[in-house]
């Protein structure tokens, strides 16, 4: 656990680690359905009304308060974010180790393709993959997992190769280290430490990528709540109740954030060549 | 193989696996062919016309066959007719790709014009108050979605200060380049909001790199003035990594677009796609898709090459 | 032969083929109407077209015989006079002989001719063919005279022609299969260019019988979004638009350069059921759910109140008063009671489809009905769709429920046999057969006299509504927001903008 204690003694990681937790928290108690308000109520005498201490981000056109709905948005962010990325982290591992491990032909089959799916702009892809299946949740889960999954395939491919290499497994002992710790060690450092990082900085992209294709009418469906659908039911009542612009605006931005001043300064503390530009 | 070999090698190959991976994924769409190639036009026409089309444009043969006469197609410039357009594909696309290249150039120029600058700026002042603020905004920026920055700002700009940011009504660069700068900034702001923070923090990075070498020690010690040693020693070293994030940056913005063209109603490539998308236009999703990765593609390969030119170190090594 | 066939389908469905290639350099002279809308047209054949975006722009480029005034009174358009003879069987039109084509050509009786056979040929699918099936045939005796011999009394018939879904296009037209593909009509203005989900072009039509146009042309644009509409207007970068969105229409009035026009329309919100498929079926739940909707609770969230509710004759003359209609004020215990005698107390899953942008508030209506018809535990699946998609979806009746906006008539026949009559064309999209409705409009169909025919009609709407096919909601109003300078624009209850006719553009 002395990643965590390094990252609490980071600027940037302590600020980020806290913004994460507490949109954990936030999203946990959205879907425990422990939220101020029914996320889904619309209560009729209560529609477009302005932050007060009942609702503390207003509530919208139908009368639902937002506060509820940004907490159940924020664990809908969440659950397409970690399944995406799970399924990515999960997928490159395999084809990165795979692809480092037999070499040869496989080696590039895998990495064509990874490069073929790296040619298109992330968005793009996105909405390639929305256009075939049909907008939706699953759509959108499975567009930013593939649309990640080269990312990390490349990210593990490099140290797996030198490790299979064992470049610095010799370069180690030259030191006097015993080959287990070297091996666990340089795994650690080499492979975890990078995939680690790139994890934070996927959460972040896709975050917002979720919020984006709704916002486009192509990610999560009403009356689900999303941030991007609601920034979208924002925009014609923008004049009338600017706090539904600027609530989940704002969340979408806080979020994104936290996981970026986390992915910073997790790769401050795990990349050692970083460590000269930070000091 | 040297490196510029090879990556001229392969251009044509990743570009053959993304023809592949359009036509496959459009023929993945539910329903027939014919539903695909027409869309929802598709559903007023009967059996026996839908046969005639079918044999018409070869889809009772081999998906290789199909592939081999599309990408001769392709090859000779046709991209297949769009049915809401009724216009050959490549046609709109052309009429549509100018507005997104400004775009994105412009966004390209902001986020140069002021991330440069800042960066530098905040090396300078290294760990500094200066820097930090730097650094805390470029953080930020680079947290904030296009959308956000472009809905914030079009709230804030007519409800706060009652300045409308002008929609519609769209007028090309060539017929009244003022009208059309004024219609053009706020969106290219908008799209080039994140591009900025991240060249911002890489020139910061990258110069605190450079200075730390030792021949700018060097030119220092020997007395040379800090501004010089800055901008003529330090500044051009800084430059390689700025230049590879811009060409990898003008791809995303490419791709961006479909969201900043949306929020102002722009008439562009990126609008484009997503109404193709929306009314099942399924050749100008091919079509589209294909330009707007051939350009990505481009653009890539001619930043390796500049970076070639940039840094002779690449032309030997690999990867 | 086969490749004959496919090319010449390629070119019919192509839409505005031609129409890019002749592009006017856009001269753009003061005395152009710049004008906006959000949603397009989404096809040019005045005959097929449903779509209110593209009705309102046909009706500045096609003419019909006749048409509804701002008071819904039938006067003159291609037609100077007509008249009914031998006990309503035989309709006579006299054409104005200065009417003409955009290409040129007079227009003439075989034109009317010929735009009738194509509008009663099944096979090409025109939207208000039902409307005409008692014309038995049609006489063309000297160059201005059109006679319409008819199989039974036809009184409805006469405003059933004041659509512009009974548009006279030219023979040869026609003869060359490019209705759809160009817009040649004798209406006040041609269409120069358009180019789908982005603008079109229209100029003055210098040559048009039906009087001078004040100024050059009109420039639209599609803004997709009603804020960049609204924006667009306060900059003063555009001079009328057509504003969907109740929401936004509220805040023209709050910028002093600009005029709101609110006009009541015959159009109506509505949430169709598909009585084809289970458990629609059983009239017992069609009620229930008739009886579970609060409709003033659906229009004063999603309309933020703008609007009146309705039975389904939405028609000043033929309107009642809509508590007397069934289960008109929601009551949830009747819902759930009628839900349990149908056997399906535990309520059920249904998709229902609704377009983005049309009605502007569709989306909000739908989870609003959602919020509702959960009350009774029925599961709505909101399935958004664009508009050409859900019009196709809609046309072929592929759905358990549809948010929809559809467009009223004049007269209750006109409005309603192409979903409540056994011929009905748009049968298809009611799914929904009622000997007692077709009877009702049968008898309303030859009844001469107003008094009896609103008492047939009453009972027609008594009993549409009892039977539920259809949740009638309410009616809202049409909003044109237009700069000062804009003087003299007239709307009407159709939301045609035929009225931009009359504008005059102040400097």
């Not at chain 2, 994030?245 to 961006?256: A, D, M, N, T, W």
Request: with cysteine; proline share 5%.
């Amino acid at each position: 656990m002395s990643l965590v204690r390094a990252l609490l003694r980071h600027p940037s990681g302590r600020i980020g680690g806290c913004i994460i937790l507490l949109f954990l928290l936030a999203a946990l108690l959205g879907q425990l359905g422990l939220t101020p308000h029914d996320p889904l109520k619309q209560m009729r005498l209560d529609r477009l009304k302005p932050p007060s201490l009942t609702y503390v981000m207003g509530t919208d056109l139908f009368g639902r308060d937002v506060a509820s709905r940004v907490m159940l948005a924020i664990g809908q962010s969440f659950i397409v974010g970690f399944l995406a990325v799970g399924i990515a982290a999960t997928l490159g591992t395999v084809l990165g180790l795979t692809a480092a491990w037999f070499g040869r032909l496989w080696d590039g089959v895998v990495m064509r393709s990874m490069d073929v799916l790296l040619a298109f702009p992330a968005i793009l892809l996105a909405l390639l993959i929305i256009a075939v299946a049909g907008p939706g949740t699953w759509t959108s889960v499975t567009a930013i997992a593939i649309v990640y999954t080269p990312i990390f395939t490349r990210v593990v491919r490099g140290p797996a190769l030198s490790i299979k290499t064992r470049e610095f497994v010799d370069a180690a002992r030259t030191f006097g280290s015993s080959r287990r710790y070297i091996l666990t060690r340089h795994l650690m450092l080499n492979l975890v430490a990078p995939l680690t990082v790139q994890v934070t900085l996927a959460l972040a992209w896709s975050l917002l990528t979720e919020a984006g294709l709704s916002f486009l009418g192509l990610g999560t469906q009403p009356p689900a709540a999303s941030l991007g659908l609601m920034l979208a039911d924002a925009r014609n009542l923008m004049e009338m109740a600017p706090w539904l612009l600027i609530f989940p605006g704002l969340t979408i931005m806080i979020g994104i954030l936290g996981f970026n001043l986390t992915g910073d300064a997790l790769r401050d503390i795990l990349d050692p060549k970083t460590r000269r530009a930070m000091a | 193989m040297n490196y510029l070999t090879r990556r001229l090698l392969t251009f044509p190959l990743v570009m053959f696996g993304v023809s592949v991976l359009v036509f496959v994924a459009i023929r993945l769409v539910p329903g027939d062919a014919i539903t695909a190639m027409l869309g929802t036009e598709a559903g007023l026409l009967t059996p026996e016309q839908k046969a005639a089309l079918a044999s018409y444009f070869g889809l009772d043969q081999s998906w290789f066959t199909q592939y081999a006469r599309w990408i001769a197609g392709v090859l000779s410039g046709d991209l297949g007719l769009s049915v809401t357009y009724g216009k050959p594909v490549l046609d709109v696309i052309l009429d549509r790709f100018p507005l997104t290249l400004q775009l994105a150039l412009m966004a390209m120029v902001i986020a140069l014009g002021t991330g440069l600058p800042l960066g530098v700026f905040a090396a300078t002042r290294n760990g500094k108050a200066a820097d930090l603020g730097v650094r805390v905004l470029a953080m930020i920026g680079q947290s904030t979605p296009s959308f956000v920055v472009g809905l914030l700002l079009i709230y804030f700009l007519s409800v706060g200060f009652g300045v409308l940011p002008a929609m519609g009504q769209f007028v090309p660069l060539w017929q009244d380049p003022l009208t059309n700068l004024g219609q053009m900034i706020l969106p290219a702001i908008t799209l080039g909001f994140a591009f900025t923070a991240s060249v911002t923090r890489i020139s910061r990075s990258a110069m605190l790199d450079v200075l730390s070498d030792d021949y700018v020690r060097t030119a220092r010690a020997k007395g040379a003035p800090a501004r010089r040693v800055i901008w003529r020693h330090a500044l051009p070293n800084a430059l390689i990594p700025v230049v590879t994030l811009s060409g990898v940056e003008f791809g995303y913005l490419l791709g961006g677009a479909v969201l900043v063209e949306q929020i102002y109603a722009l008439p562009g490539l990126g609008r484009l796609v997503l109404e193709a998308i929306l009314q099942r236009d399924y050749a100008l999703v091919q079509g589209t898709v294909l330009f707007i990765a051939f350009n990505f593609l481009l653009v890539n390969l001619l930043v390796d090459l500049a970076y070639v030119a940039l840094d002779p170190r690449i032309r030997l090594g690999g990867n | 032969m086969k490749l004959k066939t496919a090319g010449k389908i390629i070119s019919t469905i192509a839409l505005a083929a031609m129409l890019g290639t002749t592009a006017f350099a856009t001269a753009a002279s003061a005395a152009t109407l710049r004008m906006a809308w959000s949603q397009d047209a989404t096809g040019l054949d005045p005959h097929k077209q449903t779509a209110f975006s593209s009705i309102r722009l046909l009706e500045l480029i096609y003419e019909p015989l006749v048409r509804l005034d701002d008071k819904l009174e039938i006067v003159p358009a291609l037609a100077d006079s007509w008249a009914f003879a031998d006990n309503g069987t035989k309709l006579t039109f006299k054409l104005n002989p200065n009417a003409k084509f955009h290409n040129g050509a007079k227009v003439t009786p075989a034109d009317v001719k010929a735009s009738f056979e194509r509008l009663l040929d099944e096979k090409t699918g025109a939207a208000a063919r039902a409307n005409f099936l008692s014309i038995a045939s049609i006489d063309t005796p000297d160059d201005v005279t059109v006679v319409f011999n008819l199989s039974q009394p036809d009184v409805p018939l006469l405003a059933a022609m004041a659509g512009i879904n009974a548009a006279v296009v030219p023979a040869s037209e026609i003869e060359a299969g490019s209705i759809g593909t160009s817009a040649v009509g004798s209406g006040p203005f041609k269409l120069d260019k358009w180019e789908p989900n982005a603008k079109e072009i229209l100029s003055t039509n210098k040559d048009w019988a039906g009087g001078k146009v004040a100024y050059d042309g009109i420039d639209i644009s599609v803004l997709p979004d009603e804020t960049a509409i609204l924006a667009s207007l306060r900059a003063k970068q555009i001079d009328f638009a057509l504003i969907n969105d109740p929401l936004v229409a509220t805040l023209v009035p709050n910028e002093a350069s600009l005029t709101l026009n609110r006009t009541p329309v015959l159009a109506y919100h509505v949430l169709q059921l598909n009585p084809s498929r289970a458990p629609m079926n059983e009239l017992k739940v069609r009620q229930a759910i008739s009886c579970a909707v609060n409709r003033q609770e659906v229009l004063d969230t999603a309309l933020l109140g703008e609007g009146r509710i309705t039975g389904p004759l939405t028609m000043p003359a033929y309107q009642s008063d809509p508590e007397t209609f069934f289960c008109y004020q929601q009551d949830v215990a009747k819902a759930k009671a009628l839900m349990a005698e149908a056997g399906k107390a535990d309520g059920f899953s249904a998709t229902v489809i609704v377009a983005t942008g049309e009605p502007a508030t569709a989306a909000a209506e739908a989870q609003v009905l959602q919020a509702q018809l959960k009350e009774i535990g029925i599961n709505l699946d909101i399935k958004m769709m664009e508009l050409n998609v859900y019009v196709d979806t809609w046309l072929k009746g592929d759905f358990d429920m549809a948010v929809a906006l559809n467009g009223g008539r004049s007269d209750p026949y006109t409005m309603y046999n192409r979903y409540w009559t056994k011929a009905g064309n748009l049968q298809k999209v009611a799914n929904y057969i009622d000997d007692t409705l077709d009877s009702l409009m049968q008898q309303g169909r030859v009844e001469t006299d107003l008094a009896k025919r609103k008492v047939i009609f009453a009972e027609f709407e008594k009993h549409l509504t009892e039977m539920a096919p259809w949740i009638w909601l309410y009616t809202g109003y049409t909003y044109t927001g237009q700069q000062k300078t804009v003087d003299g624009f007239v709307s009407s209850p159709t939301g045609s903008l035929f009225g931009l006719t009359t504008v005059t553009l102040k400097p």
